[in-house]
């Protein structure tokens, strides 16, 4: 206690002072020495001059092991530590507390560090990280699978890393939400199992809602030929991967600039004023900072607003360059709207080779849900669901016979009772029971025109603004009141529960 309240030096201890002084100083001193040597100072060294990286290790390692949907705020690491680091070292000891600390400390560094630079891991590891440190829960989900658990193969990690980069990358180039990513990211860790982490990976993917949903091809191709990338951050990253990829000679392009082959400078040379013709003004606000027009090059200063002849004959020019990205320029005799999306279309091609689309089978989707579906069954059953006396009496009666009618999924949900078709591979909703004080509303997933002949009750769902408290749509409803009318009632709902089995 008196150490935390030290400030001597006037410099406020850091959160990784305050968790070292946690771990070892209530020790035996050679303990403490020797755990020190073997383990914290190892784990010091991997973030020694990286900043606050170590608060966002401890953070991150957190949270995966605790599955937490909050993220610690930096001031308060340090006292979210304390009572899981009394957990796990009362579970696995001290010694193997800290030992599993440095190896994920050291997955932690390779991630957000580059401490495996040159490896296949080791450069989609970087790729991702310079797109979204945020991932880092998951990223520590997919080595844990692969170094830990032995059930992810290189391979299969090395594609995992590529569908998270391509899921990123594709929403950044089309300008899609970025808040909450950490809780969004974290959450897909937690839903990873040991076995088939990259399939599930994928169909978790294929699962997110709107506003973090993966982009498909089309939109993907059509915002990279019409967006002004110059402006995005991963203007750079772009062009280096359209560069490089796939290539066992890399063009190292780490200080080479983004080039504006269509120069930038709104006072444009007489010559390319003559080129673009007499709308060269609006021609070069459209095309100037879009794919098309942009490449990398050590020669920036050189080109400068050079005509586009020159640009290609000065000495280190287009016509020179070893650049792959300027093979198409140094073919052209002019630049105008027709060559830089002839090149837009090329490149955008290739990048659709590069970031690949997240393509999983409906049927992993469907079963994964179904999955989801039975677990939130046992967490939450009708007997949980408060109603009334009456209402109890009809559902528990009425509940019999549909449960009887074949595989039956229910689920209590806050205030009323979904019942889903088991089809094997998927739960196709099929009914939901909303409990009135004296009555309970039936809400059937079928055409009233299906079921209207089985009786005057069932009405045209589709004709009500809403149904209080209920989970989902129905087109058909009916009010039960009386016992006699179960019968009636149960044909029409076994009507619903074929339809969604055929």
């Known amino acids: 206690m008196i150490f935390e309240s030290l400030n001597s030096t006037g ?35 991997l973030f020694r001059d990286a900043g606050r990286r170590f608060d966002s290790f401890a953070r991150d390692y957190m949270a995966l092991k ?14 979210a530590f304390r009572p899981f680091y009394q957990d796990l070292a009362e579970e696995m000891g001290h010694e193997q507390a800290l030992a599993e600390m440095l190896r994920y400390a050291r997955y932690y560094a390779d991630f957000v560090l580059g401490t495996k630079a040159g490896t296949p891991v080791g450069e989609r590891l970087q790729r991702v990280a310079r ?67 990259l399939l599930r990976l994928k169909v978790e993917f294929a699962r997110q809602p709107a506003a973090y949903r993966a982009i498909p091809d089309a939109e993907f191709r059509t915002e990279l030929l019409s967006r002004p990338v110059y402006g995005m951050r991963v203007c750079h990253t772009l062009l280096d991967r359209l560069e490089n990829h796939g290539s ?35 021609i070069q606000a459209e095309w100037v900072h879009r794919l098309g027009n942009l490449t990398l090059t050590g020669y920036n200063s050189t080109y400068s607003d050079r005509p586009f002849h020159e640009k290609q004959s000065v000495s280190g020019g287009f016509s020179e360059s070893s650049v792959r990205l300027n093979k198409y ?56 669901v408060q109603m009334t006396r009456k209402a109890r009496a009809l559902h528990d009666e009425l509940r019999e016979a549909v449960l009887g009618l074949g595989d039956v999924i229910e689920r209590g949900e806050t205030k009323s009772v979904s019942y889903y078709a088991d089809r094997g591979t998927s739960g196709e909703f099929f009914m939901e029971i909303l409990p009135r004080k004296s009555h309970l509303t039936l809400l059937l997933d079928i055409g009233f025109d ?19 408290y209920a989970k989902h749509a129905g087109e058909a409803f009916m009010h039960l009141h009386r016992r006699e009318d179960l019968n009636e009632a149960l044909a029409c709902i076994r009507h619903a529960y074929e339809g969604v089995r055929a």
């Open 248 to 282: 066992k000679e890399p063009t190292d392009t780490s200080q080479y600039t983004v080039e504006h082959i269509l120069p930038q400078n709104e006072s444009l040379r007489a010559e390319w004023q003559a080129m673009l013709g007499d709308d060269w003004q609006a």
């Open 11 to 45: 410099i406020d201890l850091t959160q990784a002072d305050l968790i070292r002084n946690y771990i070892l100083m209530r020790l035996p001193e050679p303990e403490q020495t020797r755990l020190y040597t073997d383990y914290w100072q190892r784990i010091e060294v």
């Open 329 to 384: 320029v140094r073919e052209q005799s002019a630049w105008t709207p027709a060559q830089m999306r002839e090149r837009a279309e090329i490149l955008a091609e290739r990048a659709l080779r590069i970031w690949r689309p997240n393509i999983v089978d409906v049927t992993a989707i469907t079963s994964v849900e179904l999955e989801e579906l039975k677990k939130a069954a046992e967490r939450r059953r009708a007997e949980d």
């Open 131 to 197: 797109l979204a440190e945020t991932s880092a829960v998951l990223v520590l989900r997919l080595m844990e699978c692969h170094y830990e658990r032995h059930t992810l193969s290189e391979a299969d990690l090395c594609e995992a890393l590529d569908a998270l980069e391509s899921y990123i990358f594709r929403r950044v180039i089309c300008g899609a939400q970025t808040r909450g990513y950490w809780a969004r990211f974290s959450s897909i860790a937690y839903r990873l199992p040991d076995d088939g982490a």
């Open 450 to 468: 299906e079921v209207s002949h089985l009786s005057q009750r069932v009405q045209d769902a589709t004709e009500q603004k809403f149904f209080f």
């Open 66 to 79: 605790t599955q937490t949907r909050k993220q610690a705020r930096a001031d308060e690491i340090y006292q």
